[in-house]
T-cell receptor, first 117, second 113 residues
């Protein structure tokens, strides 16, 4: 089975510029997560979707970050304008639905590494 | 709120040494517990999990037992290999919180020949 796909793998931008990351979850996975992983820290949840609805975005800095999952499949995370402290790896993960024997497991993409100069 | 605390690294071991990485959690109810591993340049992948008290998760020689009385889920391996060098994350999930996952800060392990 194909895994979670993310792009781009690497992105370097200057502060105040904008950037967008794309994620395609595993086929059939209803729940999709975006995490921010700063170097030396664990993943921090930014936003969680169930199909195309938002379940939790309480830790998303909404003044600069936005995310959408229009058709309940792939998702885009945008940062505008970027700050130096946004330098991190942005991880996308998906989770199977009930009835899937691996329903408790998160499947992660390889991540998108952002460097803000 | 829910949280996970794991021992800080980095940890450096010689090949064939015994490994323990401590993890404790705070959560109401009965969470599921996980260990994820992140090899250099790769995304996180599930190493093992346990869904209820006294369950033991195991995979690739690693084991962890869900201890409700001590709210712990320590990761152990009897004999580590160079290929085990990675960052290990403890995590918990409670279905009645919207299936959120909470991760520890990660423990970096380096195994030297």
């Amino acid at each position: 089975e194909a895994g979670v796909a993310q792009s781009p793998r690497y992105k370097i931008i200057e502060k105040r510029q904008s950037v967008a990351f794309w994620c395609n979850p595993i086929s059939g996975h209803a729940t999709l997560y975006w995490y921010q992983q700063i170097l030396g820290q664990g993943p921090k949840l930014l936003i969680q979707f169930q199909n195309n609805g938002v379940v939790d975005d309480s830790q998303l800095p909404k003044d600069r970050f936005s995310a959408e999952r229009l058709k309940g499949v792939d998702s885009t995370l945008k940062i505008q304008p970027a700050k130096l402290e946004d330098s991190a790896v942005y991880l996308c993960a998906s989770r199977g639905t009930s009835g899937d024997r691996r329903t408790g497991e998160l499947f992660f993409g390889e991540g998108s590494r952002l460097t803000v100069l | 709120g829910d949280s996970v605390t794991q021992m800080e690294g980095p940890v450096t071991l010689s090949e064939e040494a015994f490994l323990t990485i401590n993890c404790t959690y705070t959560a109401t109810g009965y969470p599921s517990l996980f260990w994820y591993v992140q090899y250099p340049g790769e995304g996180l992948q599930l190493l093992l999990k346990a869904t209820k008290a006294d369950d033991k998760g195991s995979n690739k020689g690693f084991e962890a037992t869900y201890r409700k009385e001590t709210t712990s889920f320590h990761l152990e391996k009897g004999s580590v290999q160079v290929s085990d060098s990675a960052v290990y994350f403890c995590a918990l999930n409670r279905r009645n919180t919207g299936n959120q996952f909470y991760f520890g800060t990660g423990t970096s392990l380096t195994v030297i020949p």
